[in-house]
């Protein structure tokens, strides 16, 4: 079946820092989101890209389809305190129902 | 917009007892909703499909008869979990799929639920 690999699976950082990670997938997808989740909290969507080579900002927040749509990366620039949290990547793909597959998740920390 | 609820927030139940969870769509109608479960540390795990006015589609391993899942109306979902026991505790999260955005799910706050 499908499987997303995420990296890395945790960073600490100096406030300030810009942050990258980055998933790849075995196959395919159509789609891929990126989410943050705060400790105790639901994931809540950060960014949709549904284009390969698509590179979509939010803020601070950088991501880009990679050309293959075997991969997606996600940056932070500038990162802030509130920053910290965990990471997921998701994908899906047009026969799935809507199913998303999830990223082990990167966990942020970033040092004031 | 795309905010989605989930009640109760935390739940203590003991050894035996059934506890229901609901998932709420607030401000758009979704005739499809996810139930997932988390473990710490880890990623989201996702249990069933919800489909309104159909029965559930579980994903693999997922005992049907135990986590009885109820779709009734565009807004509304819930999770029912029977004959709880401890390794039951978890992490319980719904979403949601937005009309006309079929790929992006949007999350409930989670319940965490501890089976005594």
Known sequence: ?112 | GAVVSQHPSRVICKSGTSVKIECRSLDFQATTMFWYRQFPKQSLMLMATSNEGSKATYEQGVEKDKFLINHASLTLSTLTVTSAHPEDSSFYICSAKLPGRPYEQYFGPGTRLTVT
């Open chain 1, 1 to 112: 079946g499908q499987q997303l690999n995420q990296s890395p699976q945790s960073m600490f950082i100096q406030e300030g820092e810009d942050v990258s990670m980055n998933c790849t997938s075995s196959s395919i997808f159509n789609t891929w989101l990126w989410y943050k989740q705060d400790p105790g909290e639901g994931p809540v969507l950060l960014i949709a890209l549904y284009k390969a080579g698509e590179l979509t900002s939010n803020g601070r927040l950088t991501a880009q389809f990679g050309i293959t749509r075997k991969d997606s990366f996600l940056n932070i620039s500038a990162s802030i305190p509130s920053d910290v949290g965990i990471y997921f990547c998701a994908g899906t793909f047009y026969n799935q129902g809507g199913k998303l597959i999830f990223g082990q998740g990167t966990e942020l920390s970033v040092k004031p």
